[in-house]
């Protein structure tokens, strides 16, 4: 079932003035609602803006945002409530920071929902341990944290809003393996407790690969393609000619097939190769 259906949309920036510049053109995709969608493609290819518009944070030029339904824009004195229903993270959230606190920065959101403290105190606890953050770090600065944790806690802020929709433009851009692993590791055991939908911006195929269920392939301010991770790993090519590689995991995998080793199965991370090669070293043993 669709959570968000775009249709049709175009953006231009700077419109009538001489340095007007198109970024999305006609852009017609959907989101299924409890799934994690990779949002993927170069720079430029349209990826953030498309983002800006899912919460009404930017008005299509043309073309409707709809959000289980209904047109986001159908009622702009409404369009707080999107922005409290659809969370948008933006790259680098550890700017954001400001409180005297962790608690209280992570406690912003709920406040001004006007919650009681029992509510807020319940949901801060709640979105540190889902990004993975000890609740011994609540009482320090966020300004005395390091740049990967400073990230966990802007994203908890957002997560303790309680969203239907998660939307989280690179929230692993510059963090080492262990750093990436960890946040996108929580943010999909977030998904998968609480039934939300997450869309995920990424340069990265191998973040699509280990953690996305769906994918929408950027290029050119359009939509390329996309359908399930398996459906947009069968096109290599297609892939490779818009300059986004296969994992090199995947490429190993294939190594190894032109070599007389069978592999079955998806073979786009390193646990799909692991349990592709076991399986045939057990067939091979029998």
């Not at 039934?195 to 996305?212: F, K, N, Q």
Request: proline share 4%.
């Amino acid at each position: 079932m669709e959570k968000i259906r775009i249709e049709g949309v175009s953006f231009i920036y700077s419109k009538g003035t001489p340095f007007e510049r198109r970024a999305l053109d006609g852009v017609s995709c959907s989101f299924e609602a409890g799934k994690i969608t990779c949002l993927i493609g170069h720079t430029g290819s349209g990826k953030s803006t498309l983002v800006n518009l899912l919460n009404g944070l930017y008005r299509p030029t043309e073309g409707k945002v709809y959000l289980d339904g209904e047109d986001i824009w159908a009622r702009p004195k409404k369009i707080t409530d999107i922005r409290r229903r659809v969370g948008l993270v933006m790259q680098y959230p550890e700017y954001q920071l400001f409180d005297e606190t962790v608690y209280s920065d992570i406690a912003f959101g709920p406040k001004n929902l006007g919650l009681d403290a029992g509510e807020i105190d319940l949901r801060v606890r709640e979105a540190i341990a889902f990004v993975g953050l000890d609740e011994a770090l609540l009482s320090k600065s966020p300004f005395e944290l390091s740049g990967g944790q400073k990230r966990r806690v802007a994203i908890a802020g957002i997560i303790a809003m309680r969203p239907e929709v998660l939307v989280l433009d690179e929230p692993a851009a510059g963090l080492d393996p262990r750093g990436r692993r960890e946040i996108l590791g929580g943010l999909t055991r977030y998904v998968r407790e609480r039934g939300i939908t997450l869309i995920l911006v990424s340069h990265s195929m191998e973040d699509m690969a280990s953690y996305c269920d769906n994918v929408v392939v950027m290029k050119d301010a359009k939509v390329f393609m996309q359908g399930t991770v398996d459906e947009v790993f069968s096109h290599p090519d297609e892939l490779d000619a818009v300059g986004l590689d296969t994992p090199e995991i995947t490429k190993l995998a294939q190594g190894l097939i032109q070599a007389g080793i069978v592999l079955s199965g998806a073979l786009y991370t390193v646990e799909d190769v692991r349990d592709a090669i076991l399986r045939y070293i057990g067939g091979n043993a029998q």
